[in-house]
Nanobody, 119 residues
């Protein structure tokens, strides 16, 4: 599976962005597809994931209510709608495919897309 993330950019605090992750190759219904992010000088952290078949979603506490993950099975694409962005959301965002929402269970990673939120 190859993943291509896009949609990052520069936005002011309070603004919105939508990230996309297009996958080539088959994604099994039991797989989890998600987003992680890495801010400068910090470790990569979980943001949100979605179970490919059932659509079950999981969110990090600090993005709940602001970010929404969704998928389009026909297009093999996962989206991350980010609203009410804060400067602390600034990071490189990566999409990944794995067997569970756990970072260590992610098997495939795309190249990241940079999100910069100005204050």
């Amino acid at each position: 599976v190859q993943l291509q993330a896009s949609g990052g950019g520069l936005v002011q605090a309070g603004g919105s962005l939508r990230l996309s992750c297009a996958a080539s190759g088959r994604i099994f219904s039991s797989s989890v597809v998600g987003w992680f992010r890495q801010a400068p000088g910090k470790e990569r952290e979980f943001v949100a994931t979605i179970r490919w078949g059932a659509g079950t979603t999981y969110y990090a506490e600090d993005v709940k209510g602001r970010f929404t993950i969704s998928r389009d099975n026909a297009k093999n694409t996962v989206y991350l709608q980010m609203n009410s962005l804060k400067p602390e959301d600034t990071a490189v965002y990566y999409c990944a495919v794995g067997t569970s929402p756990n970072y260590y269970d992610m098997r495939y990673w795309g190249k990241g897309t940079l999100v910069t939120v100005s204050s």
